[in-house]
């Protein structure tokens, strides 16, 4: 097989060494929500399954928007419809989809040697497939191998069929409302900072009433504005907020570890193992994300890593459009014009302080801002405590101009430019700035 890539040098030869010997076969019997299927159930069960599936003929469907479209693959590549995480268009098959797509290729070799006496089939005769995943019937596969006996290829269509669906646990949430200590490091940004916190009393104080803020404050340029507004915006709940000064460079990790060390001494919070939850100040969040913020942790069990939306310049959005700016309240709508889902963002948590401590919390080398979070994320991957990862439409990023230190490190400041080109606006709109002649510019539209 054709290799792609110096740097991919022998890859092949060790992931075929991985793949399994022999395919995955139903097992006699087994339980599915405490009733007992046997193999011929299992079988008419998988038979519903491939009637339904688009494996020899077509089903007709609504719209365009109804097709599932497959993925391309070789041994040592996939080339996704859509992108995860790393943005790539191409990669390397690794964890479960590598495991997935070695299984199925073991799985056809052995149908094609099934009565076969010579020649016999490897997966080194395997040329390339597709695949896509049906949410109601499993993933399908057409995998194309050599034919040793006529020439050309062979196709094998597969299905990994969905078994039925098993509830594992049904356990009671919300009946404890846990207390959430949020976490903001500041330096500087007074004016962002007082309004944060006419949100904050709003939603935390006056509507949740179980929440704690803890700021950690670096340098004294702008200390004393910070701890007035504090002060002002608290009224009769001074006792749920605190502010600890720090007379150094600003450095996130830092904050986010003093502020978790910290015990607070307040009524209803028994020991001294918190909900914390780190957070910016140009975040947005609602109540009802602090209520999934409880909901998605538990302490030595799971983690939650929401995905935040994050908006546009609000004056490029709605210039565009020939419309005024809103008030900050009116811009939180979650459209493809209005933002994007920050995917590649880790900096907003919520987890119990025994986890952190578990896995060593932060690095105590990170100055400044990016990477901290990251590499706090990777801690808990590598963990044996679930990461929740999920789009929460209750927590906003705010747009804010954005400066990149050409002094920061290499990669703090590649994510700083990556992150300030994505925030400004959508492909689209950034078109209509690039080219602000064109016949299609939008009617109404001014220059932002």
């Known amino acids: 097989m054709k290799k792609v890539g110096k740097e991919f040098h022998g890859e092949e030869e060790r992931m075929r060494k991985d793949l399994p010997k022999a395919a995955v076969r139903w097992p006699v019997t087994y339980i599915v929500s405490g009733v007992e299927w046997n193999a011929s159930e299992c079988s008419i069960h998988v038979k519903r399954l491939v009637e339904r599936a688009e494996l020899h003929r077509g089903v007709a469907l609504n719209n365009e928007y109804e097709v599932i479209s497959f993925n391309h693959f070789t041994l040592n590549r996939i080339y996704p419809t859509e992108i995860g995480l790393g943005k790539r268009v191409v990669e390397k098959p690794i964890g479960f989809r590598r495991k997935d797509l070695f299984e199925v290729i073991q799985s056809a070799v052995d149908t094609l040697n099934k009565n076969q006496t010579k020649p016999h089939y490897t997966a080194d005769d395997f040329v390339e497939g597709i695949y896509r995943t049906e949410p109601t019937t499993g993933t399908e596969y057409e995998l194309y191998f050599r034919n040793k006996t006529k020439g050309g290829l062979l196709k094998v269509t597969a299905l990994r069929s969905f078994a039925p669906i098993v509830h594992i646990s049904?356990?009671?949430?919300?009946?404890?409302?846990?207390?959430?200590?949020?976490?903001?490091?500041?330096?500087?940004?007074?004016?962002?900072?007082?309004?944060?916190?006419?949100?904050?009393?709003?939603?935390?104080?006056?509507?949740?009433?179980?929440?704690?803020?803890?700021?950690?404050y670096f340098g004294e340029e702008g200390?004393?504005?910070?701890?007035?507004?504090?002060?002002?915006?608290?009224?009769?709940?001074?006792?749920?907020l605190r502010l600890l000064a720090l007379n150094e460079t600003f450095s996130r990790s830092k904050g986010l570890r003093v502020g978790?060390?910290?015990?607070?001494?307040?009524?209803?919070?028994?020991?001294?193992?918190?909900?914390?939850?780190?957070?910016?100040?140009?975040?947005?969040?609602?109540?009802?994300?602090?209520?999934?913020?409880?909901?998605?942790?538990?302490?030595?069990?799971?983690?939650?890593?929401?995905?935040?939306?994050?908006?546009?310049?609000?004056?490029?959005?709605?210039?565009?459009?020939?419309?005024?700016?809103?008030?900050?309240?009116?811009?939180?709508?979650?459209?493809?014009?209005?933002?994007?889902?920050?995917?590649?963002?880790?900096?907003?948590?919520?987890?119990?302080?025994?986890?952190?401590?578990?896995?060593?919390?932060?690095?105590?080398?990170?100055?400044?801002?990016?990477?901290?979070d990251v590499a706090l994320y990777r801690?808990?991957?590598?963990?044996?405590?679930?990461?929740?990862?999920?789009?929460?439409?209750?927590?906003?990023?705010?747009?804010?101009?954005?400066?990149?230190?050409?002094?920061?490190?290499?990669?703090?400041?590649?994510?700083?430019?990556?992150?300030?080109?994505?925030?400004?606006?959508?492909?689209?709109?950034?078109?209509?700035?690039?080219?602000?002649?064109?016949?299609?510019?939008?009617?109404?539209?001014?220059?932002?």
Request: with cysteine.
């Open 170 to 216: 049904s356990l009671p949430v919300g009946t404890k409302k846990e207390i959430v200590h949020v976490i903001l490091p500041l330096s500087g940004r007074v004016k962002t900072f007082q309004s944060f916190m006419g949100k904050f009393v709003k939603i935390g104080l006056k509507h949740d009433r179980r929440v704690l803020l803890t700021v950690v």
């Open 223 to 240: 200390l004393a504005e910070a701890r007035l507004i504090m002060s002002k915006s608290a009224g009769r709940n001074s006792a749920l």
């Open 260 to 372: 978790a060390e910290r015990a607070w001494e307040v009524p209803g919070m028994v020991g001294d193992d918190v909900l914390l939850f780190f957070c910016d100040v140009d975040i947005v969040f609602s109540a009802k994300f602090l209520d999934r913020c409880r909901w998605n942790t538990s302490p030595g069990k799971s983690v939650y890593y929401p995905v935040v939306f994050s908006l546009y310049n609000p004056r490029v959005v709605y210039t565009l459009q020939g419309k005024k700016v809103p008030s900050e309240t009116d811009q939180l709508l979650i459209s493809r014009d209005t933002g994007f889902w920050r995917d590649f963002g880790f900096g907003m948590t919520c987890q119990y302080k025994s986890d952190l401590l578990r896995v060593n919390g932060f690095s105590e080398q990170t100055i400044g801002w990016g990477g901290e």
């Open 379 to 448: 801690k808990y991957v590598k963990s044996t405590v679930k990461v929740v990862r999920a789009t929460d439409p209750g927590i906003f990023h705010i747009w804010h101009p954005k400066v990149c230190s050409s002094k920061s490190k290499p990669e703090q400041y590649r994510a700083c430019i990556r992150s300030r080109a994505l925030n400004e606006a959508s492909h689209a709109q950034l078109g209509f700035l690039a080219f602000p002649g064109e016949p299609d510019r939008p009617p109404n539209a001014s220059k932002p």
